[in-house]
């Protein structure tokens, strides 16, 4: 590899002080540093040895653990694709074109992320973070299959930026970005990201009766007309569309990444081995949104009410947003506790906004965004009972 | 090595000093250091290819590469785990960063030197100069 570093050594002094491009040095170095491990030593004192571990790598498992998701999202966007045209597909079709649709999506939301991303290093002059490689990612698998690419950019500037930079860049942000991304999209060109978007059809025509409804449209209309939601599911256009066992498996409608339950969960073994996210979060959202359930199913004043409990944990996104959005751990809860108390916040409010009220249909983003909020006064309680215990066992 | 100072090649040694390691430099690049898979490299964590999790008793060599490049703080629940104290290290730290002398002390900074976060800095994902940080931190309730 001796080139690519004489290569870089090359150019070097044009980005160094007083070269031409001195202004770029970030770009410059962000690059080098994808390619090389840096050749830094510790300081003169403290740590003369530092662990291998660094936050490239650690966003850099996310990412692999996003991939089951992702894998599985673009055979989805096939496979209902066929499914509501009414043509008979191999896996491999049903694959590739999901791909067709999902790649420009994932190179749109990279290209123009990371761009301005590297134009804010530029004028903030602060060095390229790792941040948005996770991020632009996530933000195409929150995306509906047919959404316009001008909206994933748009959509994408608008988060690097409001819910980012203007907080300093990685590390110091409140929200999370890719959910922001999403909940810009959700209230600034509604028609495009709820209702009949949720199937990918290109040029084709639908099948007779097709509707792209998702389970959380039906339970919303339940509760408005007052009829009995799981008959409705029964009478679906495709028969067994919205059991139990297609939901866990995620062959249905929805956002990309999120259908699947099984993949999600593949994704938190990951995390969850490598240590990178929190299990008490993802273990604590999911017990919020089953007690909420249990808690509804005791109510039980309309149909979706009386949905058994464990139907929340894998319809919509709740599954994708305890594993790869909750555990975030910039807008996330820092303290421990701070964690339980977040995640179990998350998963109740969640099932509360998408029973409750009609008018958002899933609730796990604005949780999510809503907790984001909240998790610094979570954690200031637990600080404060800390320093409470400290002081109380202070004998002076 | 985790509470040290590089005496460099030329350097010498005071009336305190009572051990001498010598380490290699790790001046030097790796190509997709921060990706390849390894189980030569010495780490707390277990992120994707760092398998030395797997085979802990056996002998590294370690340099003094720092392994990566400075960030803000961004891995939560890590430190509270090399620190044996009921002490939150991520909120102390970043009370020092702010200056703020009242959370300092709330948060016990009485109660620390360098040597107890040494473990805290060398597994910092990003990089911070904890041990300076802290001693900076106590100086500063001491002079104010």
Known sequence: MKFLQNAFDSVKPNFEKGGKWKKFYPIYEGHRTIFFKPDLVTGKTGSQIRDAADLKRTMFTVIIALIPCLLFGMWNVGYQHFLATGVDATNMEMFLIGAQQLIPIIIVAYAVGLSTEFTFCVIRNHPVEEGFLVTGILIPLVMPPAIPLWQVALATVFAVIIAKEVFGGTGMNILNVALTARAFLYFAYPSQISGEVWTFMGDKTAVDGYSGATILSYGATAVQNGSDMMADLGGHWYDGMFSFVSLFLGTVPGSIGETSTLMCLIGAAILIITGVGSWKIIVSVFGGAWTMGLLFNALAVNSFMAMPAHFHLVIGGLAFGAVFMATDPVSAAQTETGKWVYGFLIGVITVIIRVVNPAYPEGIMLAILFMNVFAPLIDYYVVEANKKRRLSRAAV | ?144
Not at chain 2, 29 to 50: D, N
């Open chain 2, 1 to 144: 090595m985790l509470t040290g100072r590089n005496a460099g090649k030329d350097g010498y040694l005071s009336y305190f000093h009572h051990q001498v390691t010598a380490i290699p430099e790790g001046d030097q690049e790796e190509f997709m250091g921060w990706l390849l898979p390894s189980s030569k490299k010495l780490s707390f964590h277990r992120s994707l290819g760092l398998l030395s999790f797997l085979s802990r008793g056996k002998e590294r060599v370690v340099d003094t590469n720092t392994n990566g490049e400075h960030r803000q703080f961004v891995i939560s629940g890590a430190f509270e785990d090399v620190v044996p104290m009921d002490i939150l290290p991520t909120y102390l730290f970043k009370s020092i960063v702010a200056n703020d002398y009242d959370e300092m002390e709330a948060l016990g900074i009485y109660e620390l030197v360098e040597e107890d976060v040494a473990l805290c800095e060398f597994i910092d994902v990003s990089k911070n100069e904890i041990q300076s940080l802290l001693r900076e931190g106590i100086e500063m309730v001491r002079n104010s």
